[in-house]
């Protein structure tokens, strides 16, 4: 009797969803809200992006794609703290997420926690030292090398600063122990930065 009485509510509960005449709105899957937000996010619409990739975590709270561009995209509008926990939340669902890991270690450079970001860098490099996004090709292993090179010169290390700007260019050499050689060292870095 129970089973009858089920199988006929379940039956007037889709009737009274009748009446779609094929105009209403298809609900979209968290795998493409992601989608949407990252051809916003390569069109550099940062804010809708944003809201995309946010739909998409309230329809799936564990597709960590979603929280990739989540972090990208909050990083691209200066939101720092809030990459950081995307990023985090992320890799929680998905520690060999290394695009997360990439972005993470940008993120940690900006707010100047320095060691924090060689790090996460370390963690792609380690992994893949040929490693490129998938999301944005002119993001690639050899920014990590200069984002390390970068994060060892503002720890004062710069030794190992000099090492990573080296595995980009052989030919660089500076006396880190002088100011001029530092400078030298500095301005090779900002200008790996802009290749």
């Excluded at 899957?29 to 949407?36: G, H, I, K, R």
């Excluded at 490129?132 to 004062?156: E, H, K, M, P, W």
């Excluded at 500076?174 to 900002?190: M, N, P, Q, Y």
Aim: with cysteine.
């Amino acid at each position: 009797m129970r089973n009858i009485f089920l199988s006929i509510f379940a039956s007037l509960l889709l009737l009274s969803c009748g009446g779609d005449d094929g105009t209403a709105p298809v609900e979209k899957t968290a795998s493409e809200l992601t989608e949407e937000g990252w051809t916003l996010y390569t069109q550099k619409n940062y804010t809708t992006a944003i809201q995309r990739f946010g739909e998409a975590l309230v329809k799936d709270a564990n597709y960590t794609d979603a929280y990739n561009g989540a972090g990208w995209t909050s990083a691209r509008l200066d939101t720092l703290p809030a990459a950081v926990a995307f990023f985090e939340t992320g890799l929680t669902k998905d520690p060999n997420g290394y695009a997360m890991h990439s972005g993470i270690s940008f993120t940690h450079n900006a707010l100047k926690n320095y060691s924090v970001s060689n790090f996460y860098a370390m963690n792609v490099l380690n992994a893949d030292g040929n490693w490129i996004f998938s999301r944005d090709a002119s993001v690639t292993s050899n920014d990590l090398r200069v984002l390390i090179a970068q994060n060892y010169f503002g720890l004062d290390k710069y030794d190992s600063s000099l090492i990573y700007v080296q595995t980009l260019d052989a030919g660089f050499t500076a006396d880190v122990g002088t100011l001029e050689g530092r400078r030298s060292l500095a301005e090779k870095i900002e200008e790996l930065e802009t290749e």
